[in-house]
C-alpha cells in the first residue's frame, strides 16, 4: 500500500504563502484607511474644541476672530487633504481585497482538489484492504478444509 502523494502540494503551498501575503497587504491597507479616519476625526475635533474655547473668552478681540477664521480655513483645508489621502487609500483597500479573495479562492480550489484526490486514494485504500481480507479469510478457509 503506497502512501498518499498530491502532486500538487508545491504549488498549493506556494498559494498558501501567496494568501498570506495578499492578507497581510490588505490588514495593512485596513490600518491606514483606519489612520486616516482617526486623523480626520481629530482634525475636526480640535476644531471645534477651538471655538468652543473662544466663545468662553469674556473679551474677544479683532485678532482672536481673525486667527479663528484662520485655524477654521486651516481646519477644512487639511479635513479635505485627509478626505483625499482617505480616498486613494480606500481604493488601495478595496484592491488588495480583490487581490486577496482571488488569492484564497485560487488556493481554496487547489484544497478541494486535494480533498477530491484524498478520498480517491482513501476508497482505494479500503477496497484494496477488502480485497487482501477477503483473500486471507479464502486462504484460512481453504487450509481448514
Given at each position: 500500500m503506497k502512501t498518499f502523494r498530491f502532486p500538487l502540494q508545491k504549488a498549493m503551498e506556494w498559494r498558501q504563502t501567496q494568501l498570506e501575503l495578499e492578507e497581510?497587504?490588505?490588514?495593512?491597507?485596513?490600518?491606514?484607511?483606519?489612520?486616516?479616519?482617526g486623523l480626520r476625526a481629530e482634525m475636526e475635533a480640535s476644531g471645534g474644541r477651538a471655538e468652543v474655547e473662544v466663545r468662553q473668552w469674556d473679551r474677544v478681540g479683532g485678532g482672536d476672530l481673525a486667527a479663528l477664521g484662520g485655524f477654521r480655513t486651516r481646519v477644512k483645508k487639511e479635513t479635505a487633504?485627509?478626505?483625499?489621502?482617505?480616498?486613494?487609500?480606500?481604493?488601495?483597500?478595496?484592491?488588495r481585497q480583490?487581490?486577496?479573495?482571488?488569492?484564497?479562492?485560487?488556493?481554496?480550489?487547489?484544497?478541494?482538489?486535494?480533498?477530491r484526490r484524498m478520498n480517491e486514494w482513501v476508497g482505494e485504500r479500503d477496497k484494496e484492504l477488502d480485497e487482501l481480507a477477503g483473500e486471507a479469510f479464502l486462504a484460512g478457509w481453504n487450509r481448514r478444509e
Amino acid at each position: 500500500m503506497k502512501t498518499f502523494r498530491f502532486p500538487l502540494q508545491k504549488a498549493m503551498e506556494w498559494r498558501q504563502t501567496q494568501l498570506e501575503l495578499e492578507e497581510t497587504r490588505y490588514k495593512q491597507a485596513a490600518a491606514e484607511l483606519a489612520r486616516l479616519d482617526g486623523l480626520r476625526a481629530e482634525m475636526e475635533a480640535s476644531g471645534g474644541r477651538a471655538e468652543v474655547e473662544v466663545r468662553q473668552w469674556d473679551r474677544v478681540g479683532g485678532g482672536d476672530l481673525a486667527a479663528l477664521g484662520g485655524f477654521r480655513t486651516r481646519v477644512k483645508k487639511e479635513t479635505a487633504r485627509i478626505g483625499e489621502q482617505r480616498a486613494a487609500a480606500a481604493k488601495t483597500a478595496a484592491e488588495r481585497q480583490a487581490l486577496m479573495m482571488q488569492a484564497r479562492q485560487r488556493c481554496k480550489l487547489l484544497e478541494g482538489l486535494r480533498e477530491r484526490r484524498m478520498n480517491e486514494w482513501v476508497g482505494e485504500r479500503d477496497k484494496e484492504l477488502d480485497e487482501l481480507a477477503g483473500e486471507a479469510f479464502l486462504a484460512g478457509w481453504n487450509r481448514r478444509e
